[in-house]
């Protein structure tokens, strides 16, 4: 794979319209493999829109779904019925309805603290990936969908925090969060992050308008040092773009 490169900026018209683009090119990564394939999912409220769709008459048919699996990128540290479990409101929205029970693969939150649970699901990755190191050449996912918060940080990685530099761990406990829920995470690191074809940002509303330009403008954020080693993409629509861009389009 080549190595990892500035992110291809696209911009959408509004949410529905980034979260139909969003989809298309969910579904174009799957084609592109006739293995078997691996989609690590985001929580949050970026990709709601998105889920709805995949899970929809319109899209659901166009999914092998005996072929994937599906991961999540991180994960509140609060049981699976709690309403801020990420994998649980994906879940809900589409995955239950259609994958294999033994195709989704939620970060455990039952065990007794959130490094016990990253120590588990780094097992399970590796035991899917079948090895313990990662190789450039072969990816762990087929597509990382991410978002961005409003501090720049993504997945569960906050700007300052020493997870931010893990360099071998593919999962990581964070015993405390930099904005609300204020609750324990459990999070991928950069590098397993990195181990994609493909990692898809989604940024939209006018309530990112500020973190997007603080990103575009290059600023050492973890939103920013994520990047897969094939390609990144931002997905953005109008009304996030800061003014200075939207004026300039």
Partial sequence: MAAAGKPKL?????AEALAQAAA?????????????????????SSPKKLYQLLGSDAWRDKIPWDRVHWFIGDERFVPESDPLNNMAV????????????????????????????????????????????????RPLFDLVLM?????????????????IAE??????GVPQAHVAPFVPRVSLTLPALAS???????????????????????ETLPAVRARSNGETVWLVDQAALPEEIRGGR
Avoid at 147 to 163: E, I, K, M, R, V
Avoid at 196 to 217: S, V, W
């Fill in 10 to 14: 696209i911009v959408e018209s509004d």
């Fill in 24 to 44: 298309e090119r969910v579904v174009a990564r799957i084609s592109a493999n006739p293995s078997r394939i691996a989609i690590c999912l985001t929580g949050g």
């Fill in 90 to 137: 994906a879940r809900a929205t589409f995955l239950d309805r259609n994958a294999p029970s033994g195709h989704i693969h939620p970060i455990p939150t039952t065990l007794e603290n959130p490094d016990a649970s990253a120590e588990a699901y780094a097992r399970e990755l590796q035991a899917f990936y079948g090895g313990q190191n990662l190789d450039p050449a």
């Fill in 147 to 163: 978002g961005a918060g409003p501090d720049g940080h993504t997945a569960s990685l906050f700007p300052g925090y020493p997870a």
């Fill in 167 to 172: 360099t071998t761990r593919w999962v990581v």
């Fill in 196 to 218: 994609c074809y493909e990692m898809l940002f989604e940024i939209a509303g006018h309530d990112k308008q500020p973190i997007l330009t603080r990103l575009l403008n290059g």
